[in-house]
C-alpha cells in the first residue's frame, strides 16, 4: 500500500547576507505527516519541483522511491 503524506509546513532556506553558491540548488524542508500516524518526517526537496507539481502547505502527497514528493490528486481513495 502507498504511504500518503500531507505536507504541514514548507521552510525556504534563509542564505543570510552572503546568498547562495552559483549553481547551487534551492532545497527547501518539507515537513510530512503520514496518514494514521503520529510524528514528523521533514524531507528536503528542490524549490523549484514543489512550484512545478502544485505542493503547498496542506496538500496530500506520496513519495517515490527516491524520496520525491508528487501530488495526490484524490486522497480519499
Known sequence: MEKKYC?????E?????EGRSEGQAVMDRVFLREDGVEGETVIFMEDPLLYEREIDEGTFVRMDE?????????FSE
Request: glycine fraction near 10%.
Open 7 to 11: 505536507v504541514l509546513r514548507i521552510e
Open 13 to 17: 532556506p534563509d542564505f543570510g547576507c
Open 66 to 74: 527516491s524520496g520525491s514528493l508528487w501530488k495526490l490528486e484524490d
